[in-house]
């Protein structure tokens, strides 16, 4: 993927500047990949890390809301990877032995960016960031009482 078309693809995702579904720019590496919404309500994607790119395939993953996930996670690198998940409460940890494959089932109810990565041998200081983002609105419960806001 050029970074032309990752340009289109972050415009395109609504994730390219501030106050649209994120807050700016997101990672520099990797390509963006969509969840589907089953018919039972869960949205479900998967990421890759390929052989020796240190890497999440897809690094960056849009939701159309804040609800239930199953993601799944697949190692096809020769090395083992520690994936720190978000989730409401405390976050879920999935150890990735090569050439492995894990699923985490995570609850994630609002809107933004939820980072995950693998802790192991600086792993994410070479690449092994990704971003979940939530579109839609903040639950009823979370909002604060004020009159509507502007938006862009």
Not at 1 to 11: E, I, K, Q, V
Not at 49 to 77: A, K, R
Not at 87 to 97: A, F, Q, S
């Amino acid at each position: 993927m050029t970074s032309t078309d990752r340009d289109a693809d972050l415009a395109a995702a609504g994730l390219d500047g501030q106050n649209r579904t994120a807050l700016g720019r997101l990672l520099g590496t990797g390509s963006i990949g969509h969840a589907e919404k089953g018919s039972d309500g869960i949205m479900r994607a998967t990421v890759r890390i390929p052989e020796d790119e240190l890497i999440w395939e897809p690094s960056i993953l849009v939701f159309p809301e804040g609800g239930e996930v199953e993601l799944t996670l697949i190692n096809d690198d020769k090395n083992t990877h520690c994936a720190v998940l978000p989730h409401n409460g405390d976050p879920k940890i999935i150890w990735l032995v090569n050439h492995s494959k894990g699923t985490a089932r995570l609850s994630l109810s609002g809107p933004g960016t939820y980072y995950y990565g693998s802790t192991t041998g600086n792993d994410e200081g070479r690449g092994l960031t990704g971003a979940l983002v939530f579109g839609g609105e903040v639950p009823d419960q979370a909002k604060q009482d004020r009159p509507p806001q502007p938006r862009p």
